[in-house]
């Protein structure tokens, strides 16, 4: 059995892994992880992440620093504080069984601030409330892997993207499988009926009026109940086309339909 919280779990480690190299940019990654934080982190590397930036600016939740705004001070610091918020908050759903991530929010006015920030930087969430909690959330293969790459979590953009990839090739193995067995079970149908038309032009004493090549085309069918048209054509002496089999099954089954009215007159 897979471990359902082991994909979100290596996501974030990856993210921890990619510390930003400017010190604004750390900054506003460590403001996100403190606005958001969650108890439990604390013996996960989200938590190792989170002392470790502490140390490095001695930040603390009651410095005074209030406005979201004063943390951005550069183009890349909006991208580093949502990836803090996602480091405390977030969480993504394992590709193979969906392609979801959620951000839950502690009230309506923080869900409004991200989302706005999410949009500024081309990642536009849905909103929804579960259990009265906000939650923003995207859903669907490419939004997911977007919101990934733009965090800076490549290796798991690229794990959903395999995962997309493999359940794309397996459900085109599985249309295919299911077309063949269709086709199959039409041809196996279509046999049956051909043999049904036979018997009955024999038993009405028709068969013997048919052209030659009728005749043949017929006994073969007989005889031959599981072939193909392209196997028929080519048990013929001398051999015939697909098309050609096609065309003498039709005049038989044309042959059967006006014997079966003639009698039922």
């Known amino acids: 059995m897979r471990d359902t919280e082991s994909f979100s779990r290596r996501t974030k480690e990856e993210l921890c892994g990619n510390i930003p190299r400017s010190a604004c940019c750390r900054r506003a990654e460590l403001y996100g992880l403190l606005l958001f934080r969650q108890p439990q982190q604390d013996n996960t590397a989200v938590g190792a992440l989170g002392e470790k930036l502490e140390r490095e600016f001695s930040r603390k939740s009651d410095d005074g620093i209030e406005r979201i ?3 951005l001070q550069c ?30 929010m502690p009230d309506g006015e923080s869900a409004a601030d991200v989302e706005a920030l999410l949009c500024e930087e081309g990642l536009p969430p849905r909103r929804t409330v579960r259990r009265e909690i906000p939650v923003l959330y995207y859903k669907g293969n ?20 395999n995962e997309t990839i493999r359940k794309e090739l397996r459900n085109r193995a599985n249309r295919e499988r299911n077309c063949d067995a269709a086709n199959i079970h039409k041809a196996v149908n279509a046999a049956n009926e051909q043999i049904r038309q036979i018997a009955f032009l024999r038993q009405c004493g028709r068969f013997s009026a048919m052209p030659d090549e009728l005749q ?8 031959h109940p599981e072939a193909t048209l392209l196997m028929l054509a080519q048990l013929h002496n001398p051999p015939i086309t697909k098309s050609g089999v096609v065309h003498r099954l039709q005049k038989i089954g044309r042959l059967a339909k006006e014997a079966q009215e003639q009698t039922e007159v």
């Open 69 to 71: 705004a004063d943390m």
């Open 75 to 104: 183009e890349n610091c909006r991208r580093s504080f949502l990836r803090g918020v996602f480091l405390a908050c977030g969480n993504v759903s394992d590709p193979v069984s969906a392609y979801q991530a959620d951000i839950p």
């Open 142 to 161: 490419e939004q997911v892997s977007d919101l990934l790459v733009a965090l800076g979590a490549q290796n798991a953009a690229f794990a959903l993207m």
């Open 216 to 223: 043949q085309t017929a006994e073969l069918r007989e005889a």
